[in-house]
Every structure is written in structure tokens, then in C-alpha cells.
């Protein structure tokens, strides 16, 4: 980059600069995707905690036969 180029583009951030106001958005740092993170990683809390529930009240099968209740022979009375 050519020293004149530089010059031009110093001068054109430096006149952005001066037009800032107080509430102009800016860009994002760092620190603001912590709340994100946070969600996301509650959220994926939650789904392992309900899956874990369903998955212990499985009322499908009874405990004592590998085949689920519905597909369980009844006894002949």
C-alpha cells in the first residue's frame, strides 16, 4: 500500500470518527456472546435431563421381559 493510500484512509476513519454519536451501534466484542453460550448450553442441559426421565419412565416394558408389554403373550384364563 502506497503511502498516499494510507494517508487517504487515515483521514476518511478519522473524519468517521468525528461523525460518531453516542448512540451509534459498534461492532461486537467478545464478551457479548457469553448470554448466547449460557442459553445454549441450558438448553441442551434440559434436553439431556427430560431425555433421561423418559428414558427411566419407559412404561413400555415392565422390568422382568425383554419384549415390551403391549407384544407380551397373555395368560390363558
Do not use: C, F
Not at 38 to 64: F, K
Amino acid at each position: 500500500m502506497d503511502p498516499y493510500e494510507r494517508d487517504r484512509i487515515d483521514r476518511i476513519n478519522r473524519e468517521a470518527e468525528l461523525e460518531k454519536t453516542p448512540g451509534d451501534p459498534h461492532a461486537t466484542e467478545p464478551g457479548d456472546s457469553k448470554p448466547l453460550i449460557v442459553m445454549v448450553a441450558a438448553a441442551l442441559a434440559a434436553t439431556v435431563i427430560v431425555l433421561g426421565i423418559m428414558w427411566m419412565n419407559n412404561t413400555r416394558y415392565d422390568g422382568t421381559n425383554p419384549r415390551p408389554v403391549a407384544e407380551q403373550q397373555q395368560p390363558r384364563q
